[in-house]
C-alpha cells in the first residue's frame, strides 16, 4: 500500500506571495492532518481533515487554510507568506484513530 | 494548558548499548501517547504508542512506558544499532477529542556511537 506522498517537495516563495501544498493519504485513510515543523517551534499542529469538513484546528492565523476533497487529498494555502512561514510542512493520515502516518513533508522557503 | 517536553535534547550511546529517551507531559486529559521517530529528510515515523490505561508496551526492540502519576513517558530502545540514529518525539493527545490533533515534545537527537 503506498504511503502518504506530499507535492511539491520542495519550493521557494517570496515574501507576499500564496502558496499552495497537497497531500495525498494512505488509501483508504479519511483522516488527513496537517503540521508545521521549524527547528525553534518543532511540531506544531495546523488543522485536520475528515471526510471534507475541518474537525479541528490549531493556532494559527488565518493565512493558513486548508481542504479537503472528496477522494480524502487534501491541499493546504498559506497567503500573503511571511519570512517566519519557512518550514517543513507534514502532513498524516490515519484510518479513524490516532494511529497517524506521516509524509516526507514539503519543505517551503519564503525570501 | 497543552505542552509536552523533553528532558534532554540530545543522546549519545554505544552501539549495543540500551537507550532511555524521557518525555515529560502536562496534559491530564491525555490518554493516548505515541512516539515517533524522524530521520534527515523524512516525515516522522510512527514507532510504538500507548493509552492511558496501560503502563507498559513493549514492540520489537523498543518499550514505552508510562506513568500518569508524574506525567511521564519513556521510550527504551534495546541493542542499539546505527539505524536507530534520529531524532525522536513524543506526542500525546486525548483520544475523547475525536480529532487527530497531536501535540509533540521538542525531540531528542539520539546518536549511536559505533
Known amino acids: 500500500k503506498a504511503g502518504v506522498t506530499q507535492t511539491p517537495r520542495y519550493l521557494i516563495k517570496t515574501r507576499g506571495q500564496q502558496v499552495t501544498l497537497s497531500c495525498s493519504p494512505i488509501s483508504g485513510h479519511r483522516s488527513v492532518s496537517w503540521y508545521q515543523q521549524t527547528p525553534g517551534q518543532g511540531l506544531q499542529f495546523l488543522f485536520e481533515y475528515f471526510s471534507e469538513t475541518q474537525r479541528n484546528k490549531g493556532n494559527f492565523p488565518g493565512r493558513f487554510s486548508g481542504r479537503q476533497f472528496s477522494n480524502s487529498r487534501s491541499e493546504m494555502n498559506v497567503s500573503t507568506l511571511e519570512l517566519g512561514d519557512s518550514a517543513l510542512y507534514l502532513c498524516a493520515s490515519s484510518l479513524q484513530g490516532n494511529e497517524q502516518y506521516f509524509g516526507p513533508g514539503t519543505r517551503l522557503t519564503v525570501t | 494548558g497543552e505542552s509536552v517536553g523533553l528532558h534532554l535534547p540530545t543522546l549519545s550511546v554505544q552501539e549495543g548499548d540500551n537507550s532511555i529517551i524521557n518525555c515529560a507531559y502536562s496534559n491530564s486529559a491525555s490518554d493516548y501517547f505515541i512516539w515517533y521517530k524522524q530521520e534527515s529528510g523524512k516525515g516522522p515515523q510512527f514507532i510504538i504508542d500507548?493509552?492511558?490505561?496501560?503502563d507498559k508496551r513493549q514492540g520489537q526492540r523498543v518499550t514505552v512506558l508510562l506513568n500518569k502519576t508524574v506525567k511521564h513517558l519513556s521510550l527504551q530502545i534495546a541493542a542499539t544499532q546505527p539505524g536507530d540514529s534520529a531524532v525522536y518525539f513524543c506526542a500525546e493527545t486525548p483520544v475523547n477529542q475525536g480529532a487527530q490533533k497531536l501535540v509533540f515534545g521538542q525531540g531528542t537527537r539520539l546518536t549511536i556511537n559505533p
Open positions: 500507548i493509552r492511558s490505561n496501560m
